[in-house]
């Protein structure tokens, strides 16, 4: 089993992407030599996992996707108790020595999810231009508190009379120099982005562990 995989949250409002963001990210992962294995949560359904393996057959093993049904809001299952997604994702590399990346995907309440630092290294949240260009300035942990900051479906923020400028801006703001990143999860833009922001972040926490 691979102690040191890297393990990314991946999780924000119902609708902005997150699964979307997901299934554009591994292939990027597998370009660059690592070999992912994807955790999605729900509450009742494995609907999430089940659309991951048909949009990325041929791409990842359908085995390594699996979906964890948490009985309650996920984002329960990712904050604040995470036995449940931590028994899943040592089963993964129990069962797939060779993975070194799970991605966590999970939904909850709107801006007051996060990741437990037990169950990810590196935690994106993920808003979207149709919630309105107000959200950054709503902060919430996930926006102030989250490793990387998306806004993702920036294709039609002109049609939902979202100011991309505004809200990226006042993202940048609200976040203290975090990194934010835009992206279309449906043409790829804003995913090398993403993957560069997320492996240095990655770097710099490894680096640390060393000292």
Not at 1 to 8: G, K, S
Not at 78 to 89: K, S
Not at 133 to 149: A, C, F, H, V, Y
């Amino acid at each position: 089993m691979n102690d040191n995989a890297l393990r990314i949250g991946i999780g924000g409002p119902v609708g902005s992407g997150k699964t979307a963001l997901t299934e554009a990210l591994v292939p990027i992962l597998i370009a660059a030599g690592r070999t992912p294995g994807v955790i999605t949560n729900d509450i009742y359904t494995q609907e999430d996992a089940q659309h991951v393996r048909r949009e990325l057959d041929g791409v990842l093993d359908p085995d390594r996707v699996v979906g964890v049904e948490t009985g309650a809001c996920p984002h329960t299952a990712v904050r604040d108790d995470p036995t449940m997604n931590l028994a899943a994702g040592a089963e993964m590399l129990e069962r797939f020595p060779d993975i070194d990346t799970l991605i966590y995907e999970s939904g909850g309440d709107n801006l007051t999810l996060t990741f437990s630092p037990a169950l990810a290294d590196v935690f994106v949240f993920v808003l979207d231009t149709a919630e309105g260009e107000k959200m950054p300035r709503k902060r919430g942990p996930g926006i102030t508190e989250s490793d990387i900051l998306v806004i993702n479906k920036i294709d039609i923020a002109q049609y939902v009379r979202t100011d991309l400028d505004v809200m990226e801006g006042d993202a940048h703001r609200v976040r203290g120099g975090k990194p934010v990143v835009l992206t279309n999860s449906l043409t790829g833009e804003g995913l090398a982005d993403l993957h560069q922001q997320i492996m240095t972040i990655w770097s710099g926490s490894q680096a640390e562990l060393v000292r």
